[in-house]
């Protein structure tokens, strides 16, 4: 869950076939898991994570010290040390896992296909090749029933083709040449007509080859603030690591001027015992953090993929947390596509219902998505029944057609037309009638405030006009003041004129409108906005889309696009929504925030681990040191173990969060600092307290523990 | 009593602060050189209008300091060929190596007794002239890393010799010379006489001597130097004869450090920013000072137990309160000087003044060191918090990347392995363990003492460890200059790097840190940080001691 607030287009899409689903972590998981994990054990591929690294040190040093001097305390701590290297493992592990299961499915997409590769562009003839072996430039025909062998662009021909395979979406599409709709995937599969591709993938790099990379994770960068914090753990672990190791002398010399104190399990005139001191090491670096930090990385990626949106880098992801203006295109994204009726505006002597009822007459035989709303409008708003244009025997039908500029229907001697306001007012003059100016003033009321408006006649009068406007999609205005809210500033993209771009900009609740908005002036908005310092996101799908998506930080391609747009853009939406990339920017700081609260749990985990261990260490030379151990653990081994083993769990029982991360609502910078400092700060210094203390009443008992 | 002296404190610094701040921006933004300004830029062959990159400037600090030092070394070497040497002979050589390093970082970490080893000249044309210059030092690189943050798009960061002479001439030698007529009024002593020879009362002679102590004892506070003329400092009577010449002191140590939050509002253009540094200055500072009272005022300890009150170290024209919140002020700040000895502190007491220094000084720190390592807490603050609120990271516009966060990190390193490293090795030495004067834990918080004070560049002693051996002079010579320039250079570095970027804009979405949630944030972490390093030695130290009653 990345909100609470419902919204369209969003939420859990219905479970696709062949994706693994999000939510919970399923126990079975990490069995399936646990072979992954202890491969990862070898230190050359441990170096990757130094925390752990030195974590696997101290579990090796503590086995060779325990089969030294044999005790239970010592074998204890030894097989908890690694087991906190093997958890830490079993996170990475269980989050790579979902990703191979989605590889597994996505190659079964990548069956070796043969292609039949035109000679030449214009060529009738064919030869037979195998489909790594076409070059971009190459042509090949696919035919209803093939495989298409590689991505490219359609150039001859229409055909519906079924891209389940990628977007796990089973409904064919059509692609065609020319036009915005033109690109195909390699390994999806055409079910109709017959098409000629122009390939454009390099061998051995096609999309399907890049999904398969990223969800299984195998070129994994490290994005910018990982490698921040990543600095940052690096330094607290020196930090420790000086503050234990130093500790030796100090303890030396206490125990040296209390000569009278008898050596102990933790503290002997050589020092602290080895097996102590690994134990406050692995105790006080930042392990928490430490093992689940690449955990939380794959599974930020994953949470885009359970989404229908490919990353073509973590980098992106991160950058979509950070974006501060979102470019939305206005049709499709903010609007639904088209304009609808929304009034009716009869002129002085006519009723609305009588304009409605005209009005609906000559909507019946539109197909037209606006004649459409204007009969649904008519019985939704004046409950007049729709009648199919069969049922009225002796009308006759005119179409729309663009010398006529409008449409309408002859019946019982009324000649009713609809259409755009010049064409209709010439009609009427053109049948002997005389329009007062009350028309000409509802027309401009209508299109001043953004609308559309097309005027209903009989024969040689007006009855009114009808309004049309751009729906803005429900729940817009609220996703809005959401951003607002995150402290992102929203422009809505259009081609309309001013007048009408603002009237819905106004209604949307967006921040800013570019009207009349060209390529060339989408690229400048983005470089404008990217030089006062923030960072763009914006969707596009047409090849004049390529320059501003590959400028923008966040750039998102719609599946359905050109792969002009798909290359250009970082991130690609398999669905074709843009409402999508309010999701991406949530996921982007969902991604950041749980690594920030998992540091901070981590960090103030190791004030309990102080209490618990320092008393343990040194109450024997001085008994005062006592006082510190607040939470009356049962003994210095009870005491040091219970700590070891606390600091191990909490990273089985953090996987689950740090794959799902931390719950994200959208509100300003200081709300959700104050949550999340509250609970991961205060609970992250209590919960240590309380979970050390019944491991210790549990395992008190064992031998060896007094 | 004690409420009284912090109250009246406290308001004298917020009346102050605001001014002296504006003043202090003017400063150092100005544009405009004075004659003399002039003249010492043409005797030092540097263009005061040509800017320098990150690297430059700390070229040019680094240079200037090596040339301070190895002028000071040689002054101290060859003090009884010069003048006024008051037939002093020349300094050993671990000790003119430990006291030039020490004047030069700013610590003035003392291992010799000034009135019987250095001679008027050294006094004042070696370590008064370092008492200056290295106190603008650190107020340069302060103001550098503000640059840092006001700029955007810009590969400099200032020009240092303007910053060095602006520091010193506008700043420093005014207020010193109102400041030291202030304390000659108070009964210091200024002159360049020989000593005093005495009867006492017994019939044996004494010679007082005396020398140009007010004036070098108004720069020691005020450029949070703490280097005494008189080996007891300013617990001599010559150094701060009274209640109210305490006070003045106390002010003149907080005046510049309290003041320079002011100055960085005003230079990023956002006083509000400044605001909220002074307010986690102040909240660990009266936190602190409050402590330091409480457990002397209480006097957790057997001996005050027995005698009534925690008196002993302490100079009785001071008092208890007075003499702790000097030991808190002295140790917040990089100062150094004492009016009461901090090894016969409570243990708890005597722990709140190392810990203090622990803190990295920072509250309110030395002139400039304090103001830097405060940012450098607050880089990284923002760091961890704002990763909580879903960006990466910024501060005052400038993200905080990888590079950021490096440098930092590497900033607030260098002090604790210092300590910790050279305290283990003190302890695991016989060289080490050979000057402590007491066993137990309380040898143990000597030696951490003195690691702290050098490489935090506090120069305060808890006194009761013997020093001035040649193992301790070098050790600790390390320290301090390890400590000092270390840092500088990260600091110096982040600059650079900051300056470079273009701000991002302030919305909704910006981890805002001027607000009181912010400065909690900032109070926490560095006090997590702290003792999370601490901990392990101070337990063996000043707590076992405390909790062993």
Redesign the interface.
Same mark, same amino acid.
């Given at each position: 869950m990345t909100t609470q607030v419902p919204a369209p287009g969003r939420g859990a899409a219905p479970e696709r076939s062949g994706r693994v689903g999000g939510g919970l972590l399923d126990p079975r998981q990490l069995l399936v898991s646990l072979p992954g994990a202890l491969v990862k054990l070898n230190p050359a591929t441990l170096w990757r994570n130094p925390v752990m690294l030195i974590v696997e040190i101290g579990a090796a040093l503590t086995t060779v010290l325990a089969v030294l001097d044999p005790s239970f305390f010592a074998w204890a701590i030894a097989v908890w040390l690694w087991l906190t290297v093997i958890f830490a493992n079993l996170a990475e592990a269980v989050a790579e896992g979902r990703g191979k299961a989605q590889a597994a499915t996505l190659r079964a997409a990548k069956r070796d296909t043969t292609a039949r590769r035109l000679r030449s562009r214009d060529s009738a003839e064919w030869d037979v090749v195998g489909a790594p072996e076409l070059k971009q430039g190459d042509f090949v025909v696919v035919e209803a029933g093939e495989i298409i062998p590689g991505d490219g662009d359609v150039v001859e021909g229409i055909a519906s083709v079924d891209e389940s395979a990628i977007t796990g979406e089973s409904a064919p599409v059509i692609r065609e040449s020319g036009g915005d709709r033109s690109a195909v995937t390699g390994g999806t599969k055409v079910l109709s007509d017959k098409i000629i591709v122009r390939i454009t993938q390099k061998p051995g790099e096609s999309f399907i080859d890049r999904m398969i990379a990223l969800v299984e994770g195998a070129d994994r960068q490290k994005t910018p603030n990982e490698i921040a914090l990543n600095i940052l753990l690096a330094a607290l672990t020196i930090i420790f690591l000086v503050a234990t190791v130093t500790m030796q002398p100090f303890a030396i010399y206490s125990k040296n001027v209390n000569p009278g104190v008898p050596d102990s399990l933790a503290l002997t005139g050589d020092g602290v015992t080895g097996v102590v001191l690994v134990s406050l090491l692995v105790c006080l670096i930042p392990t928490t953090i430490g093992a689940l930090l690449s955990a939380i990385g794959i599974a930020g990626m994953d949470r885009l993929v359970q989404r229908n949106v490919l990353a073509m880098s973590g980098r992106a992801v991160e950058a979509a947390g950070d974006v501060g203006t979102l470019l939305l295109d206005k049709t499709g994204t903010i609007t639904l596509g088209n304009r609808q009726a929304a009034e009716f505006v009869p002129v002085t002597g006519v009723t609305e219902e009588a304009l409605a009822e005209a009005a609906q007459l000559s909507s019946l035989a539109d197909e037209t998505p606006e004649g459409r709303s204007i009969v649904v409008y008519a019985k939704d708003a004046y409950g007049l029944r729709e009648r199919g244009p069969g049922e009225l025997v002796n009308a006759k039908w005119v179409p729309f057609t663009a010398q006529t500029r409008m449409s309408g229907v002859d019946l019982d001697g009324r000649e009713i037309r609809k259409g755009a306001a010049t064409a209709v007012m010439k009609w009427v003059r053109d049948n002997g009638g005389h329009p007062t100016d009350e028309v000409g003033h509802i027309v401009d009321g209508i299109s001043g405030s953004g609308g559309t408006p097309l005027v209903v006649a009989d024969r040689d009068h007006v009855l009114g006009v009808v309004h049309l406007k751009d729906v803005v999609k429900q729940g817009m205005r609220e996703r809005f003041d959401e951003m607002r809210r995150m402290g992102i500033r929203t422009v809505m993209i259009t081609g309309d004129n001013p007048l009408t771009a603002r009237a819905i900009a106004d209604e949307a609740g967006v921040d800013d409108f570019l009207a009349e908005a060209t390529p060339e002036d989408k690229l400048a908005l983005i470089k404008k906005e990217q030089e006062g310092g923030r960072l763009v996101a914006m969707t596009g799908d047409g090849t004049n889309d390529a320059p501003a998506l590959a400028q923008a930080d966040v750039g998102v391609a719609m599946n359905t696009g050109t792969s002009a747009a798909k290359e250009a853009g970082n991130m690609v939406d398999l669905d074709s929504n843009p409402t999508k990339l309010i999701e991406i920017v949530e996921i982007g700081k969902q991604l950041l925030i749980t690594r920030g609260a998992l540091t901070t749990f981590s960090i103030a985990n190791d004030i309990a681990k102080y209490f618990a261990i320092i008393p343990a260490m040194f109450a024997a030379v001085y008994p005062g040191l006592d006082a510190l151990n607040v939470m009356r653990l049962a003994s210095p081994q009870s005491a040091i173990l219970s700590a070891v083993v606390f600091n191990a769990i909490v990273i089985v029982a953090l996987i689950p969060l740090a794959l799902r991360g931390v719950r994200y609502r959208p509100s300003s910078a200081s709300k959700l600092l104050s949550r999340n400092l509250y609970v991961y700060g205060l609970g992250g210094i209590v919960a240590p307290f309380i979970g050390i203390k019944i491991i210790d009443l549990l395992i008190q008992f064992l031998p060896g523990m007094s | 009593m004690a409420a009284l002296f912090i109250a009246s404190l406290v308001l004298a610094l917020a009346l102050v602060h605001k001014p002296f701040g504006d003043h202090m921006y003017r400063v150092y933004t100005g544009d405009r050189h004075t004659p003399p300004e002039r003249l010492v830029y043409r005797l030092l062959g540097v263009r005061p209008g040509t800017e320098q990159r990150w690297s430059a400037y700390a070229r040019s600090l680094l240079a200037f300091s090596a040339v301070s030092l190895l002028v000071l070394y040689g002054l101290q070497r060859l003090q009884d060929r010069l003048w006024l040497s008051l037939g002093l002979p020349p300094v050993t050589d671990h000790i003119a190596w430990n006291t030039a390093v020490s004047f030069v970082t700013n610590t003035n970490w003392q291992a010799y007794s000034g009135e019987s080893t250095m001679g008027h000249l050294v006094q004042m044309a070696g370590l008064a002239v370092q008492n200056f210059v290295s106190a603008a030092v650190g107020m340069a690189v302060a103001i550098a890393l503000v640059r840092g943050f006001a700029r955007r798009n810009s590969d400099t960061i200032g020009n240092f010799w303007v910053d060095l002479v602006r520091g010193t001439v506008r700043i420093l030698l005014p207020i010193a010379f109102v400041g030291a007529l202030v304390l000659v009024a108070g009964g210091l002593v200024q002159n360049l006489a020989a000593p005093h020879e005495l009867t006492t009362l017994t019939g044996g002679t004494q010679s007082i001597i005396g020398g140009p102590v007010a004036s070098q004892e108004v720069i020691k506070e005020l450029g949070t130097n703490g280097g005494g003329f008189y080996n007891a400092n300013s617990a001599h009577p010559f150094e701060n004869g009274t209640g109210w010449t305490n006070w003045f002191e106390i002010f003149l140590i907080l005046v510049i450090p309290f003041s320079l939050p002011r100055t960085f509002g005003k230079m990023v253009g956002q006083v509000r920013q400044g605001y909220a540094i002074l307010a986690v200055m102040a909240t660990i500072a009266l936190v602190s000072v409050t402590l330091t009272n409480v457990f002397e005022l209480g006097g957790g300890a057997t001996v005050p137990q027995a005698v009534g009150a925690a008196m002993e170290g302490k100079e009785v024209r001071f008092g208890v309160a007075n003499s702790a919140t000097f030991a808190a002020s002295t140790t917040l700040t990089s100062t150094g000087a004492v009016n009461s000895f901090h090894d016969s502190y409570t243990p708890f007491g005597g722990m709140m003044t190392m810990f203090n220094m622990m803190l990295g000084e920072v509250a309110p720190g030395g002139v400039g060191s304090g103001l830097y390592g405060m940012l450098v807490l607050a880089v990284?603050t923002v760091?961890?918090? %704002?990763? *909580?609120? !879903? +960006?990466?990271?910024e501060y005052l516009?400038k993200k905080?990347?990888?590079r950021?966060?490096?440098l930092a990190?590497?900033y607030? #390193?260098v002090t604790?392995?210092l300590v =910790?490293?050279g305290?283990? =090795?003190a302890? %695991?030495n016989e060289a080490g363990?050979a000057g402590l004067l007491n %066993? !137990?834990?309380h %040898?143990?918080s000597e030696v951490l003492y003195a690691f702290t004070s050098a490489s935090n560049n506090n120069g305060s002693a808890f006194a009761g460890l013997t020093v001035n051996t040649p193992w301790y002079d070098v050790a600790l010579g390390l320290c301090m200059l390890l400590g000092r320039f270390l840092p500088i250079i990260f600091v110096l570095g982040l600059a650079g790097s900051l300056a470079r970027q273009?701000?991002?804009?302030e919305?909704?979405?910006? #981890?805002?840190t001027h +607000?009181p949630?912010f400065v909690g *944030?900032v109070v926490?972490v560095t006090i997590?940080l702290v003792?999370?390093?601490? #901990?392990?030695?101070l337990? #063996?130290?000043p707590?076992?001691e !405390?909790?062993?009653?």
């Open positions: - | 990284i760091f961890v918090a %704002g990763l *909580m609120v !879903g +960006r990466t990271p516009g905080i990347g990888s950021e966060i490096k990190s590497m607030f #390193l604790p392995i =910790l490293v305290t283990a =090795l302890m %695991g363990l %066993g !137990g834990p %040898g143990l273009t701000p991002v804009p919305s909704a979405g910006t #981890l805002p +607000r949630q *944030m926490g997590i003792a999370l390093t601490f #901990l392990p030695a337990a #063996l130290g707590i076992a !405390g909790l062993f009653s």
